[in-house]
């Protein structure tokens, strides 16, 4: 069984991503800040809207949960339009849209990030959006954001 047949992205795209994780957790490591994602679990088969929840604890002031999700195939991280609203008694909720709403797109495999983000970069996502929504085009992005943290990580298949 190939890894992709497993739900998980290539050995040399795993390594890609921890590399990317180990980074982007540099910065702000702090094991009383925590976040999850609850659902959709790991190796799950998602539509293409779908909705995301999970836990957290301890997020600093000036700081934001971000979904991002990473498509393998095109090689690409694809921000939501904006910062997860941290709700009280440490819950999250978002809905997210995963790949283009095209029977094509069914089978594929994405992962799917929970960045806390320092707000300065989440709002340059944000600009970076916008802008792409104006023109019409996708707000996709070759790596995450700098100075922030992935969270957490779940690799789900379109059905």
């Known amino acids: 069984m190939s890894d992709m047949d497993r739900g998980e992205p290539p050995k040399g795209l795993r390594g890609l ?22 659902t959709p679990q790991d190796g799950s088969y998602v539509p293409y809207r779908l909705s995301v929840e ?3 604890q301890n997020i600093p002031d000036n700081w934001d949960l ?4 990473y498509d393998p195939e095109a090689d690409v991280f694809f921000p939501q339009p904006s910062a997860i609203m941290a709700l009280p008694g440490g819950r999250w909720y978002t ?14 495999t994405f992962e799917v990030l929970l960045l806390l983000l320092p707000r300065s970069a989440a709002m340059q996502l944000v600009r970076q959006t916008q802008e792409a929504a104006a023109r ?24």
Do not use: C, F, N
């Open 17 to 38: 991503l921890d590399r990317l994780m180990r980074r982007a957790q540099a910065p702000l490591y702090d094991e009383r800040i925590v976040a999850h994602i609850e």
């Open 54 to 56: 999970g836990t957290h």
């Open 66 to 69: 971000w979904l991002v999700l």
């Open 95 to 108: 809905v997210a849209t995963l790949g283009e709403d095209k029977m094509s797109e069914a089978g594929r």
């Open 136 to 159: 019409g085009k996708s707000s996709s992005m070759s790596s995450v954001p700098r100075g922030g943290r992935v969270m957490d990580r779940v690799i789900v298949t379109r059905y």
